[in-house]
């Protein structure tokens, strides 16, 4: 899982510029572009809808898309361990999400195409990976497709305001590695509670648990099997 683990060395210079436009309240977009000097470039657009269809009941659809365009012998190989980088890179995803009341069922589609698998941690910092399936694999090989399945409950229905849970699984195939197709698989877990009121209002506390496994072919690409468990706590501070 290429992921935001290795970086491509000194920032020089980043430009960055875009913005998000409400359309109205159920439709938003989003388009940026950035310049890491001696990197790449790269644009990113989003569009989200919300489709109402009840009291407690609604459709959202979620597109995110990434282009990166890499700049000629400035890049580094084997990034993705497989001996190249290539000149450019695409990764799109399609969210589907159907709530009800409490319930949230989540259906979503990613691929990956261009020269090679999208790298998102070269000299900018990392977290550029906005799409749908990105967990602890962010499923961005070469040439991957990527299917999700995924449901989150929100206890504040049930009496527990500020607790979540969602579940998730994704499998990839496609991979193009030297080994042939490679295919993954992650089955994950997230429980999350925020405090609602009191000193500690807004203190969010996570346990995230993921199931990872690979097959041969992407393993020998440098993705073994892994079973995580990481513990998050977060506090936002106003400076204002």
Avoid: C
Wanted: glycine share 8%.
């Amino acid at each position: 899982m290429p992921s935001s683990s290795r970086d491509s060395g000194e920032l020089n210079s980043a430009d960055v510029f875009g913005g998000t436009y409400q359309v109205n309240e159920n439709l938003s977009t989003s388009l940026y572009f950035s310049d890491v000097e001696d990197v790449y470039e790269k644009k990113y657009a989003n569009v989200n809808y919300v489709v109402p269809m009840g009291s407690e009941q609604a459709l959202s659809l979620d597109f995110n898309i990434y282009k990166a365009e890499y700049d000629d012998e400035t890049v580094p190989n084997d990034f993705f361990g497989d001996g190249t980088l290539g000149d450019d890179s695409t990764i799109w995803s399609l969210a589907a999400k159907y709530s009800t009341g409490a319930h949230a069922f989540i259906l979503a589609h990613q691929r990956v195409s261009g020269d090679a698998g999208y790298a998102y941690d070269l000299g900018d910092g990392g977290s550029a990976i906005w799409v749908a399936n990105s967990f602890y694999s962010d499923f961005n090989w070469k040439d991957e497709r990527s299917y999700q399945a995924s449901y989150e409950l929100d206890f504040s229905t049930f009496g527990a305001p500020g607790l979540f849970w969602k579940t998730a699984y994704v499998y990839g195939d496609n991979i193009d590695t030297a080994g042939g197709e490679g295919k993954e698989r992650e089955f994950f877990n997230q429980v999350q509670y925020v405090v609602q009121s009191g000193p500690a209002k807004d203190l969010s506390l996570k346990l995230r648990n993921s199931i990872y496994r690979s097959n041969n072919a992407l393993r020998d690409a440098g993705s073994p099997d892994l079973n995580e468990i990481r513990a998050f706590i977060e506090y936002p501070l106003s400076i204002l």
